[in-house]
């Protein structure tokens, strides 16, 4: 009965009126959870765990003392740090290691009385785009268990999307919250880089890292945003501008100017049905009283390489401490410090985290370093420039959440080109750190979710989750 409800609203008014309990919504996640075991969205069930924190969060409302987030069961992605729980990046090389402290974002979803059910499967160390690199197998769409979830944060969306849990928490570094939401026929909000804290988050591309929630609803995703969001003394990257006291009053908004990418509808590279749910909701739009235009972006075909150069440079630098000696995977076969260092990266990173690594050393590498790393961020730069500059003339850019819906498990795997090109409409907000959210749009001929994406200028927010709770509902 727990996936019933599309929003904490709902739950809440069932938890006013005793017609449910924390603790009931937590067996009945747990039910989900061991009937979706196929689906392996979960690495780590907290079972117990969950059912005690249930009870005393139903106490708190008994007493009129619980959180703003009573009554979400909540799944984190397996990059999370939660103390005194395992945490593995879904990756052979952390498995077994035990987080000796909480990151900042679960101690602020346990001070609202969040009820936190599992450790989400992920792409190891985020690095992926379809959640088959994880160690522990890959995540199946609830949709189609045949096609891939999407990733890296695939476990999060479909403990989601098979209601296994109310909402998960991701991290978005190409679009890894954004595509699998998509993917999955979800929400999925990244935040403007700098707003949530990512302290004891492990990194993976640290000047793009950001952590988002994945919602069935734009109410709950705001709810999560205000819990989530605000300065934190252990994140040096964050903003010290402190967040709006409230995101969840949503109001209408007035007519807006909306850009969209020509190149999503004229690309041979986009699906025919994705193409047309685009030009649907443009045509929505239009007739709703919306100023709908299409711009040409010519840095398009340099943000996927531009990207890549920068989140594998700073991939290899933030992997180098994983070394076998101070913690996480040891190789039984090392005889001395070389051969602990040489064995324990080799037989502890996956295939896809040590194409990374290599590509990421090799563009620091002297005589590469500024044909590639420096080129990549001037590039950057420019991206960013282009990107405000669409921004101070329309409210907010429409493309399509990815390029394709999701595809079958194994086709992208053997050419990993193909996985990088399929970040092409999600890694924009990325680069230039403005927040976007996937919003999803309804079903393809085949019954697989399909989602658009809106993204707007630096800590708009607010405006973004309005106009998408108005765009859920055109």
Do not use: W
Not at 20 to 32: C, F, R
Not at 303 to 331: C, K
């Amino acid at each position: 009965m727990a996936n019933i409800y599309s929003s904490l609203t709902e739950i809440k008014s069932g938890l006013q009126r005793a017609e449910i309990t924390v603790e009931g919504l937590v067996k009945g996640y747990l039910l989900e959870i061991e009937k979706n075991a196929h689906l392996n969205a979960f690495n780590e069930v907290f079972a117990d765990e969950a059912l005690v924190a249930a009870q005393n969060v139903d106490n708190k409302i008994k007493n009129g003392t619980a959180g703003k987030l009573a009554g979400m069961v909540i799944g984190i992605k397996d990059n999370i740090c939660y103390k005194g729980h395992q945490v593995s990046a879904s990756s052979k090389i952390l498995t077994g290691f035990t987080s000796i402290f909480s990151s900042t974002v679960v101690e602020r979803l346990l001070a609202e009385d969040a009820v936190i059910i599992g450790r989400c499967n992920c792409d190891e160390f985020a690095m992926g785009a379809t959640n088959e690199s994880s160690y522990f197998g890959p995540v199946k769409n609830h949709a189609d268990e045949t096609k891939v979830a999407g990733g890296s944060s695939g476990g999060s969306a479909v403990a989601v999307q098979a209601g296994m849990c109310h909402a998960a928490i991701g991290t978005d570094t190409g679009g890894s919250v954004r595509q699998p939401a998509s993917f999955c026929g979800v929400v999925g909000l990244k935040p403007t880089y700098g707003t949530i804290s990512r302290h004891g988050i492990i990194a993976y591309a640290s000047s793009f890292d950001q952590v988002g929630p994945i919602t069935k609803s734009v109410e709950d995703a705001a709810l999560l945003l205000e819990v989530l969001a605000g300065p934190d003394d252990f994140d040096s990257t964050l903003s010290q501008t402190p967040p709006p006291a409230s995101y969840t009053n949503l109001q209408k908004p007035g007519k807006k100017k909306i850009a969209y990418l020509q190149e999503a509808i004229s690309s041979p590279g986009v699906d025919t049905e994705v193409k047309d749910n685009l030009v649907q909701y443009i045509d929505k739009l239009r007739a709703d009283g919306h100023t709908v235009t299409p711009i040409a972006f010519e840095l398009l075909d340099y943000l996927v390489p531009t990207y890549y150069i920068l989140a594998m440079a700073e991939a290899s630098s933030n992997l180098a401490r994983y070394d076998g000696v101070h913690y996480g995977y040891r190789s039984p076969l090392a005889t001395d410090l070389q051969s602990t260092y040489k064995r324990s990266r080799s037989e502890g990173f996956g295939k896809e985290v040590k194409r990374r690594i290599m590509l990421g050393t090799f563009v620091l590498s002297a005589g590469y370093y500024d044909a590639y790393y420096a080129k990549a961020q001037k590039v950057r730069r420019l991206i960013q420039e282009k990107t405000n500059e669409i921004l101070e003339e329309y409210d907010f850019i429409l493309v399509p959440s990815a390029p394709e819906p999701a595809f079958e498990i194994g086709k992208e795997e053997k050419d990993p080109v193909v996985m990088y090109l399929s970040d092409i409409f999600t890694v924009q907000a990325s680069l230039t750190g403005v927040p976007a959210i996937s919003i999803p749009t309804g079903n393809n001929s085949n019954g697989l979710p399909l989602g658009l994406q809106l993204l707007t200028k630096h800590f708009g927010e607010q405006q973004l989750l309005d106009f998408a709770k108005y765009f859920l509902d055109l």
